[in-house]
């Protein structure tokens, strides 16, 4: 059975202008032990997308469709079952560490207490578990750290100290919310790997959000693509970067710099990423589609799956052969003639409106 | 001007400390230590490093925010008073101009785009009426905006367009230097492109130089001729961008390349010999 199930997952939030749609049907599974990878730009609902799972939307959010851990729906849990299963079988790691830690207490009360209440362990027990724990993130001086206050500590620390506190209960699914967006590079590849390394000792399974989709491609086995509330496209890193199907991911793999190469002009996506409540019926990326045709902007493509794929696009069997290109300069041709000169002057949307 | 097919900027043994902590705890960080450094009129030097390596506060002094303990700074052949006169200070923002990670921060969520942008022309150039409107037209298509963007708040606008109005207030100072302190890192990825290209046209149209300060090497290789990689207050290497890049020598600069994701990288822990290695 599926660690973690999302079928059709849909969430509206009450604004002034009415109601905006953030999900627009959002489906997916999860395997006992594997990393999934939800890689978009902001707005396409990634990290919305992992606080359905464990209830943490935002006050007032319509939620609809359901989300299955290990087959029984979150959404009906009462708030003691609801307060189990956040404690013992998932856990979650923000952006900033420091959200997750209180400020007045030491790194050695914080980790204690945690292993205290949700275990239910002795004292001392706790505290040569705690220890243990910081040994495994790469803490060399284990002391010094139980003993800091987190402003003493600096982000790539704090953000071992949470790891070290998210997988002490074992838990069978461990959310990431873009955890290494606010370090260095350097600090980012090590978390990364202590990361890793936990996951795959505890066989716990990983829902990663980030923008990156570099990063995604190392630590998961699969990648969802999201764009404006929808998923557009799954698939393993491998085949993401061999072959993308979807005109969205493409674009998305050319239009980053690359670090070996330097490009004369980047391939750019005209405008800018959309909001689930932007869209008007047809393709969701149409308007930023250099590939679209008529049809695509009024019929509205499904998620169809293929062969332990999935793609979102009218045009992807068509598409295939040009979307899986090899060289980006070959697609940037296509696609940036059309837009130099004129990068994206006309096709911004007007933000005033 | 008589550094045409010079150096724009010659930065010489730069120093600045800043005291840290309280008490027992208070110690002094050198955030610059020796820093030297030249750009080439109409080049752009990337400054590369990660927090603590000195990066924003060497920007910081380079514009006159912030005030150098030891050296020298000549910005367009005049060298730059440490304790500088209101005119002086008026006339070096002429020569450059900075933009920022995050577009919010310079720009008032109460006024206008064009308010923002002819406040700079007024102070600057005297520029307004009339004239001043057309300016405002001018660089808003330069940064790829359209005339009725002026019109609107910056709480209006995309991050994407936000950075742009920030571009522009910058160009209409007209200076021959632009600093730009991770000026693309907030945006996403196919809005930082955008961006980057704009950057790019920008600076063969109007023959600005750049000084560009990132963490990212993929936005380095993209941008920039040559390149510093800063460490703790000091610049550990330095040379032509596909250089350092290719044949990195120091082990910081390997490591940074290295952290950095790409296809078929992996994340690792450096170990103890490796980072040994670099704190010396």
């Known amino acids: 059975m599926n660690v973690l199930e999302l079928d059709d997952v849909r969430l509206d939030l009450p604004s002034k202008r009415g109601d905006r749609a953030l999900l627009r049907g959002v489906s997916l599974s999860l395997a006992p032990g594997e990393a999934l990878g939800l890689v978009g730009e902001s707005g396409s609902g990634k990290s919305m997308t992992l606080r359905t799972v464990l209830r943490t939307e935002p006050p007032g959010a319509r939620v609809t469709g359901r989300v299955l851990l290990d087959g029984a729906d979150v959404r009906g849990l009462d708030a003691a079952a609801l307060r189990r299963v956040r404690a013992n079988d998932v856990t979650m790691i923000s952006q900033n560490p420091r959200a997750a830690l209180n400020p007045v207490l030491r790194v050695s009360q914080f980790l204690v207490e945690g292993l205290c209440d949700a275990r239910g362990e002795s004292r001392d027990a706790a505290t040569r578990r705690a220890r243990d724990l910081l040994a495994r993130v790469g803490i060399a001086d284990v002391d010094r750290c139980m003993g800091s206050y987190p402003h003493q500590l600096s982000g790539g620390m704090l953000q071992r100290v949470v790891i070290a506190a998210a997988v002490a209960s074992s838990p069978r699914l461990l959310l990431a919310d873009e955890p290494t967006t606010a370090l260095d590079v350097t600090t980012q590849s090590e978390v990364m790997a202590i990361l890793d390394g936990q996951r795959r000792e505890h066989g716990m399974a990983m829902l990663f959000v980030t923008h990156d989709l570099e990063l995604a491609s190392a630590v998961c086995d699969r990648i969802a693509v999201l764009y404006a509330g929808e998923i557009v496209e799954i698939a393993t890193p491998a085949q993401l970067h061999a072959a993308p199907r979807h005109p969205y991911t493409r674009l998305l793999l050319d239009s980053r710099p690359s670090i070996t190469a330097r490009a004369s002009e980047l391939p750019v996506i005209p405008g800018r990423p959309i909001a689930a409540y932007e869209v008007e019926g047809g393709c969701a990326f149409a308007a930023r589609c250099p590939w679209a045709a008529p049809r695509c902007e009024r019929d509205e493509p499904a ?22 290109g090899e060289t980006p300069g070959e697609t940037s041709g296509e696609t940036s003639g059309e837009t130099t000169g004129e990068p994206v002057r006309d096709r911004e949307t007007e933000a005033t409106t | 001007m008589s550094t045409t097919g010079g150096n724009v900027i010659e930065i010489s043994g730069l120093r600045k400390e800043f005291a840290v902590g309280r008490g027992r705890r ?21 400054v590369v490093g990660e927090s603590g390596s000195g990066k924003t506060t060497l920007a910081r002094v380079l514009v006159g925010l912030e005030r150098a303990d030891a050296g020298d700074v000549v910005l367009a052949g005049r060298p730059v008073a440490q304790r500088p006169r209101r005119a002086e200070r008026r ?5 450059i101009q900075m933009v920022f990670q995050d577009p919010n921060g310079s720009l008032n969520r109460r006024r206008t785009v064009e308010a923002a942008i002819r406040e700079v022309l007024a102070a600057h150039h005297r520029v307004t009426g009339a004239d001043a409107r057309r300016r405002v037209d001018e660089l808003l298509d330069q940064v790829g905006l359209r005339p009725a963007h002026a019109r609107a708040l910056p709480g209006e606008l995309s991050g994407g367009q936000q950075q742009r109005v920030a571009i522009a207030r910058a160009l209409a100072a007209e200076p021959r230097v632009l600093v730009l302190d991770e000026a ?4 996403d990825v196919s809005v930082q492109a955008q961006v980057l290209n704009l950057l790019a046209e920008i600076r063969r149209a109007r023959r600005l130089t750049y000084l560009f300060i990132t963490h990212d090497l993929s936005v380095v290789r993209q941008v920039s001729e040559e390149v510093v990689v800063m460490r703790q207050g000091r610049i550990v290497e330095r040379g032509s961008t596909s250089e350092v890049l290719d044949h990195p020598r120091h082990p910081y600069t390997v490591l940074l390349r290295d952290s950095a994701p790409r296809p078929g990288w992996r994340p690792r822990l450096s170990n103890g010999s490796d980072l040994a290695e670099v704190e010396t």
């Open chain 2, 26 to 46: 208070r110690r002094t960080v050198r955030a610059l230590d020796d820093v030297s450094l030249s750009v080439a009129d109409g080049s752009c030097l990337a």
């Open chain 2, 184 to 187: 693309v890192a907030a945006l």
């Open chain 2, 91 to 95: 006339s070096r923002a002429r020569d």
């Open chain 1, 303 to 324: 998620l169809v799956h293929h062969a332990g794929r999935a793609t979102r696009c009218l045009r992807s069997d068509e598409l295939a052969d040009e979307l899986a």
